[in-house]
């Protein structure tokens, strides 16, 4: 008697519990495909979300310019992260903040389940171990591209601080150089393995790694850089509001790949991290406006972005540790601290009026960042964090215990970083200005794109002729509109 055939799997071929070459048994196709998606939705963030909202809300002369930089840093540190700094960022101990440089491109490495080699956290007797290494269900190339958007998006954010005035040869030596010396000290500390994660600082998604260095740095560049023409800088109108809000969309949107991507696996705490990205988001963008209307009586559709990018900026050491009423509460401080440190403080304090930080970074990602690091130390939820810190039993300090220690720990995690990056930005700036000048010559200064790229915007006549005075009315963007405009890039 012939035995009954066996009923048809109901599971897809795709998904059958087999083992071969290209799907070995430690592989979950879901968490790959959400870190890939992930680090995708990070990437567009920068390109092309960047490089538009850069290149339109600047001045139109700069647009071009704006725009580039940020095109080039990402191209840049895609070849860098993979020929040495990845490895320094996520690789074996050099040093208790820095890792060991090395290539990540041969396929013995990359095909490898992924692995945090300095991740195992010991109790304080240094023997037994309390959460063992890092190692997600993916291969090492979908985690040394998903770090590489990080790394690249914190130059990009970097950069808006200088637009319209730095030297590009010089930026094109800073990108390496600050990746190298800078972004990779944060990045190994806090979450590689290195003594600000073993001691126990939160930093969810890149509150200090992230923000907190790129608006530090940002400031310092801008300080060795030098301000812009003063005319730019009195009259710096956006030359495309709607295609800079095209930008800022990007921005938002892709902060769920930015947040929801950090536990290296797609599992519930992505989810909580991915709604309160949003929900800190919106509220910090209303704050914003409405702290707008009630003290300059108009919404200001560049301060909505601001707002914006502070709410996404301070939620996100945060995001997956925090429950929704405290995402609230920091959207209100998000949309509020920022708002004063740069629209009250910055114009009474000399030493801010003296630095041109073009875009604000300094106070939408450095004062924005080390608010929502410390405000993680008081609203991080314990059993959130017991999905995610490697030390158990942490917690925030409106949670008792240890909590009022946490706060501190945020505290000391950020004044690292802010003297890391302030020192080495310094050293680099001046090494390089050795080499080439850091600032444009004037020339390039009072013409823009065509001087630098030979390149403009937009072809307004013609077929996209140069500009000729002689067949064309003159017009200027600094005559047409003799109000004076408001904005994160009106300092003077």
């Given at each position: 008697m012939m035995a009954a055939a066996p009923p048809p799997n109901p599971v897809p071929v795709a998904y059958q519990a087999f083992t071969s070459a290209a799907v070995p048994d430690w592989l979950n196709k879901g968490d790959n495909a959400w870190q890939m998606v992930a680090a995708t939705l990070v990437g567009l963030q920068s390109v092309p979300g960047l490089v538009i909202l850069y290149g339109s809300i600047v001045k139109k002369k700069w647009a071009v310019n704006s725009a580039f930089m940020a095109l080039y840093a990402f191209a840049a540190v895609v070849l860098c992260w993979v020929i040495w700094a990845y490895k320094m960022s996520f690789g074996d101990k050099l040093l208790p903040f820095w890792g060991k440089a090395g290539p990540a491109l041969g396929q013995s490495f990359l095909i490898k389940q992924a692995v945090l080699p300095e991740t195992k956290h010991f109790y304080k007797n240094h023997t037994t171990v309390e959460t063992d290494t890092a190692r997600p269900f993916y291969p090492m190339a979908s985690m040394v591209w998903f770090q590489c958007v990080f790394a690249a998006i914190t130059v990009i954010l970097l950069a808006g601080s200088v637009l319209g005035r730095m030297n590009f040869r010089a930026w094109m030596m800073f990108v390496p150089l600050w990746l190298t010396f800078s972004y990779t000290v944060g990045a190994f500390s806090l979450w590689g393995g290195g003594f600000l994660f073993h001691w126990g600082v939160m930093d969810y998604s890149g509150g200090y790694v992230i923000h907190l260095s790129s608006g530090t740095a940002g400031l310092t560049t801008a300080y060795w850089v030098g301000p812009r023409l003063t005319k730019d800088r009195e009259r710096f109108p956006p030359n495309n509001v709607l295609l800079m809000l095209a930008g800022a969309g990007l921005l938002w949107m892709g902060w769920a790949g930015f947040n929801g991507g950090d536990p290296y696996t797609a599992n519930i705490d992505s989810s909580v991290a991915v709604l309160n990205t949003n929900i800190c988001a919106a509220t910090s963008l209303l704050v914003w406006t409405w702290l707008d209307v009630i003290f300059f009586k108009k919404p200001s559709v560049?301060?909505?972005?601001?707002?914006?990018?502070?709410?996404?900026?301070?939620?996100?050491?945060?995001?997956?540790?925090?429950?929704?009423?405290?995402?609230?509460?920091?959207?209100?401080?998000?949309?509020?601290?920022?708002?004063?440190?740069?629209?009250?403080?910055?114009?009474?304090?000399?030493?801010?009026?003296?630095?041109?930080?073009?875009?604000?970074?300094?106070?939408?990602?450095?004062?924005?960042?080390?608010?929502?690091?410390?405000?993680?130390?008081?609203?991080?939820?314990?059993?959130?964090?017991?999905?995610?810190?490697?030390?158990?039993?942490?917690?925030?300090?409106?949670?008792?215990?240890?909590?009022?220690?946490?706060?501190?720990?945020?505290?000391?995690?950020?004044a690292f970083i802010i003297g890391w990056n302030a020192v080495v930005t310094s050293v680099l700036c001046v090494a390089i200005s050795w080499v080439v000048p850091l600032r444009m010559p004037e020339e390039q200064l009072l013409i823009g794109d065509d001087a630098v790229h030979g390149e403009e915007a937009y072809a307004l006549w013609g077929d996209g002729e140069k500009y000729d005075s002689t067949q064309h009315e003159m017009l200027s963007d600094e005559t047409t509109h003799p109000k004076v405009s408001r904005g994160a890039t009106q300092v003077v």
């Open positions: 560049i301060g909505a972005v601001q707002g914006m990018i502070t709410g996404l900026v301070c939620i996100t050491p945060a995001a997956g540790l925090v429950q929704g009423w405290a995402a609230i509460i920091m959207g209100i401080m998000s949309g509020s601290v920022p708002w004063f440190t740069m629209m009250i403080v910055h114009k009474r304090w000399t030493l801010l009026q003296k630095i041109d930080d073009t875009l604000g970074v300094f106070h939408t990602h450095a004062v924005a960042g080390y608010l929502g690091c410390i405000l993680t130390g008081l609203f991080a939820e314990p059993e959130l964090c017991s999905l995610f810190l490697p030390v158990t039993n942490s917690r925030g300090g409106v949670y008792g215990g240890s909590g009022g220690v946490q706060i501190l720990k945020q505290m000391v995690g950020g």
